[in-house]
Structure formats: C-alpha cells, structure tokens
C-alpha cells in the first residue's frame, strides 16, 4: 500500500533546467516499471517518461524526447525525472506511477496492470 511521492517542481523561466524525484520508498508493493505523467488544466494526462528499473531501459514520449531524462537514483531511492530546455508547454501537474509490466518495454502502452501509487504531484511552471 502507500502512494509514490513527486517532488522538485516549481516555476522557471524557458530554457531552464528542474529536477523532479519520484519517491517509492513507501509504495510497498512490487512493481517493475515507474513512469512520470504530466496533466495540465483542461488536458488528459500525458505520459512522458519509463523506466525498467531492473534493466535501466527507458522510453520517452515524442514531446519530451531528447529534453527530458528518467533515471534511478539508488543513493535517494528515487526515479528522477530530469527536464531541461523547459518550455510554457511543459507547465502542468507531474505525476509518478508504478506498475507490473509483463514485457521489458512498452510500460506506458501495456494495459496488463493498472498504474498505482499515484502521488499528490509537483507543479511545474514554466514562463517564457
């Protein structure tokens, strides 16, 4: 049981660099992969970013491919979501889920499980 818990937003100006954290520590079932979703008013939430936290493998959505980075970070026991080059686009409400995926990449297409432990989110906002 528990949540994930998203940390490190705030507001920047374009071109500027933030660093969100993923917090499991108190998810306490098993999952395979953790991914960062963002969901600004009026839009459907998006998903950005996996990792397969046993292989290290990652995917990206085409609107943050090559700007935004997913890694594990052991030292804090976090998923880290690393945005560069932000732009107003990106302002919006991240959030971090985990789930069972039965295959290696796909996380955000596979339907298998649902995703859990949705945290509260971090807002980011970016102006230009």
């Known amino acids: 049981e528990g949540q994930v818990m998203e940390s490190g937003g705030g507001s920047v100006q374009g071109g500027s660099s933030l660093r969100l954290s993923c917090g499991t520590s108190?998810?306490?079932?098993?999952?395979?992969?953790v991914a960062w979703f963002r969901q600004a008013p009026g839009e459907q939430r998006e998903g950005l970013a996996t990792i397969y936290p046993s292989t290290g493998s990652t995917s990206y959505a085409d609107s943050v491919k090559g700007r935004f980075i997913i890694s594990q970070n052991r030292a804090s026991d976090t998923y880290d979501l690393e945005m560069s080059n932000l732009k107003p686009g990106d302002s919006a409400v991240y959030y971090c889920a985990v789930r069972t995926s039965p295959h290696s990449t796909g996380c955000l297409e596979d339907r298998t499980f649902p995703f859990r432990g949705w945290g509260q989110g971090t807002q980011v906002t970016v102006s230009s």
């Open positions: 108190k998810y306490t079932y098993y999952f395979n992969c």
